[in-house]
């Protein structure tokens, strides 16, 4: 099992993402690399990449394969959910989508989801030109499934991965599976928060300057905890404070239906 913890949505470090067929804003993300050769041409995984976008129920997965012979050989892939997290995929709960790839544009391939319980139901469908077309390459694909299809809510740790459609083929991991716990927590502004430490600075200093003693110590205060706020909002930390709590939530609520 990898366990793997990625930048909240709201970081400064990575944009947010766009089902455009354009690959430029997974710079940066968490992802899985694959060696070449343990798959069949077209579907010889190399990296596979997951994220959440600011405020936004959907999960984000990037799939890139080894550019294959010919370059619009078609990509059939599976895309597995442990959705309660014991380590097995053939629970009622958990659930897995199909990935079709067909790189037939010259800009764009057409990529469609289906999702699906366990039981054989269909959960949704997704599709649009999000691959990569037959004059870039035709490697990368990406598409977003809803956290409300998948039935899972914020923070709840759930377990991934993927393999071919045959189930013969490549898997990646190569063995167990990706841990996540996604959590779509809003962006901060850069020049929000720049500004506010500018103006509490400023007049910090200048009731310093004129000895406005009672104002300093309130507006200090008052201030740097308004700032320590900014700075912390869509923070790894403010992540972590808002997945235990949903956890520790979610299992008092389980122990007091079992208890009724």
Same mark, same amino acid.
């Given at each position: 099992?990898?366990?793997?913890?990625?930048?909240?949505?709201?970081?400064?470090?990575?944009?947010?993402?766009?089902?455009?067929?354009?690959?430029?804003?997974?710079?940066?993300?968490? @992802?899985?690399?694959?060696?070449?050769?343990?798959?069949? @041409?077209?579907?010889?995984?190399?990296?596979?990449?997951?994220?959440?976008?600011?405020?936004?129920?959907?999960?984000?997965?990037?799939?890139?394969?080894?550019?294959?012979?010919?370059?619009?050989?078609?990509?059939?892939?599976?895309?597995?959910?442990?959705?309660?997290?014991?380590?097995?995929?053939?629970?009622?709960?958990?659930?897995? &989508?199909?990935?079709?790839?067909?790189?037939? /544009?010259?800009?764009? /391939?057409?990529?469609?989801?289906?999702?699906?319980?366990?039981?054989?139901?269909?959960?949704?469908?997704?599709?649009?030109?999000?691959?990569?077309?037959?004059? @870039?390459?035709?490697?990368?694909?990406?598409? &977003?499934?809803?956290?409300?299809?998948?039935?899972?809510?914020?923070?709840?740790?759930?377990?991934?991965?993927?393999?071919?459609?045959?189930?013969?083929?490549?898997?990646?991991?190569?063995?167990?599976?990706?841990?996540?716990?996604?959590?779509?927590?809003?962006?901060?502004?850069?020049?929000?928060?720049?500004?506010?430490?500018?103006?509490?600075?400023?007049?910090?200093?200048?009731?310093?300057?004129?000895?406005?003693?009672?104002?300093?110590?309130?507006?200090?205060?008052?201030?740097?905890?308004?700032?320590?706020?900014?700075?912390?909002? &869509? @923070?790894?930390?403010?992540?972590?404070?808002?997945?235990?709590?949903?956890?520790?939530?979610?299992?008092?609520?389980?122990?007091?239906?079992?208890?009724?």
């Amino acid at each position: 099992m990898s366990v793997i913890w990625l930048f909240p949505p709201g970081s400064w470090l990575v944009p947010n993402l766009q089902l455009d067929g354009q690959f430029g804003d997974w710079r940066g993300r968490t @992802s899985l690399s694959d060696p070449a050769g343990d798959g069949r @041409s077209g579907n010889d995984f190399k990296k596979l990449s997951w994220a959440t976008n600011e405020n936004e129920g959907r999960l984000y997965f990037m799939i890139e394969r080894y550019l294959p012979e010919p370059r619009g050989h078609r990509m059939e892939c599976c895309l597995f959910f442990d959705l309660n997290n014991n380590g097995k995929y053939t629970d009622k709960v958990d659930k897995y &989508a199909q990935i079709f790839y067909r790189p037939q /544009g010259l800009q764009k /391939g057409d990529v469609t989801v289906y999702l699906y319980s366990m039981e054989g139901e269909l959960k949704g469908k997704y599709g649009g030109r999000w691959g990569e077309g037959t004059g @870039s390459g035709t490697s990368r694909v990406e598409f &977003a499934i809803p956290m409300e299809d998948l039935e899972v809510y914020p923070a709840q740790f759930l377990r991934f991965y993927l393999a071919d459609i045959s189930g013969r083929s490549d898997r990646l991991p190569d063995q167990g599976d990706i841990q996540w716990a996604p959590f779509p927590v809003v962006s901060k502004s850069r020049p929000t928060i720049t500004a506010g430490c500018l103006l509490w600075l400023a007049v910090t200093i200048f009731l310093y300057h004129h000895r406005l003693w009672i104002l300093y110590y309130i507006w200090a205060a008052v201030g740097l905890c308004c700032l320590l706020v900014l700075l912390f909002h &869509a @923070s790894l930390v403010e992540y972590r404070l808002e997945q235990y709590t949903s956890l520790i939530l979610h299992h008092t609520l389980n122990i007091k239906y079992m208890g009724d």
